[in-house]
């Protein structure tokens, strides 16, 4: 059974910093792209990240470029998310996927999910 655990997640004043990472078990995804998504209250998932099997060309949406980095250990089958310069906008629950068809951008090119890890951001 395919699992992905989330975790790093917590509170933090604006400005700070956190590191997310989620681990993949059941499968191995090596060849798979992985992507980070967030959802807020009362608002669609929407993308954040993706990272391509091969490690290089990782994109990101607009309002993290220059302050989120993606990247994954596909030895130990671990995508990671570091979060830098936190604003309060940035609060939401943040979900790991792996890719298997489709666009990165879009959330239903994602076949497996883990359960999220929330990330709240105070002014």
């Known amino acids: 059974q395919v699992q992905l655990v989330e975790s790093g997640g917590g509170l933090v004043q604006a400005g700070g910093s956190l590191r997310l990472s989620c681990e993949v078990s059941?499968?191995?995804?090596?060849?798979?792209?992985m992507g980070w998504f967030r959802q807020a209250p009362g608002k669609a998932r929407e993308f954040v990240a993706a990272t391509r099997w091969s490690s290089d060309s990782p994109v990101y949406a607009d309002s993290v470029k220059g302050r989120f980095t993606i990247s994954r250990d596909n030895a130990k089958n671990t995508v990671y998310l570091q979060m830098n310069s936190l604003k309060p906008e940035d609060t939401a629950v943040y979900y790991c996927?792996?890719?298997?068809?489709?666009?990165?951008?879009?959330?239903?090119?994602?076949?497996?999910w883990g359960q999220g890890t929330q990330v709240t951001v105070s002014s």
């Open positions: 059941g499968r191995t995804f090596s060849r798979n792209s």
């Open positions: 996927a792996v890719h298997y068809s489709g666009s990165l951008y879009y959330p239903n090119s994602y076949n497996y």
